[in-house]
């Protein structure tokens, strides 16, 4: 079987796209997923994501984890797909989709800039020493000092795998401030089992996590990544995160085929 595929990136996040309005994917087939996404057998990526038909928004997308297994929402995949459709001649300057986490909107600007509409985010568990929320995706957040040389693989991997997340797991953020509304931050995603060069459900729970802890009052927060620069902006009714928006970059980086 010969597949068609468009690679993506937003800030270094990077994933094997497909248009799948033909429905010809075999979704169950974890290994051929494991094998497009594998770096040195495939054609490498952190994640899948098949464009497909949908009755109620301009299309479906469906995520797939680099390790085969279907996930949660991915935020940099959201405007990936966004940009994807456009290239496509699905959409124009804007979009709505399905994805696992319910209906999202997203606009896209001139420069490659794709605005993301992301979940409410509420049920926020403030802890001494972390925050945990959920943005589409689990997430753990937690500060520190010594980032840059932080082993994120083997700590996050820990946290991930630890007896505070069970089975399932969370995504982990290590933090720190930069100044009152910018933040740097690094990522262990479950499902790739690695640090990715960046996460958009991670800086969007980072951007919520500060600002529920009082580490800024800023509404609209600067996230610096390892694969470049996001905006999360929101707002708040009570206790509940609203009009929360991921914006960055998603980038085209090449169209090919591949025998499978």
Known sequence: MQIIFYKYEGTGNDFVMIDNRQDFFPKKNIDLV?????????IGGDGLILLENDTKSDFIMTY????????????????????FAKRLGIIQSTASFHAIDGLHHATIFEDGTVSLAMRDVENIAVHPDFVFLDTGSPH??????????????TLGSTIRHG??????????NFV????????????????VEDETLSCGTGATAVAVAMHATGKTHANAI????????????????????????????ATFVFKGTIEC
């Open 34 to 42: 494991k094998k497009l996404c594998d770096r040195r057998f495939g």
């Open 140 to 153: 753990h957040v937690q500060m520190e000092v010594d980032l840059f040389s932080l082993d994120v693989k």
């Open 64 to 83: 797939y984890n680099s390790d085969g297994n279907l996930s949660s929402m991915c935020g940099n995949g959201g405007r990936c797909i966004a940009a």
């Open 222 to 249: 600067n996230i610096d990544v390892a694969g470049g620069k996001l905006e999360v902006l929101f707002d708040k009714e009570e206790t509940v995160y609203t009009n929360v928006r991921l914006i960055g970059p």
């Open 163 to 172: 007896d505070l997340y069970g089975k399932s797991g969370s995504n982990v």
């Open 176 to 191: 720190r401030q930069i100044s009152e509304n910018t933040f740097a931050i690094r990522t262990y995603e479950r499902g």
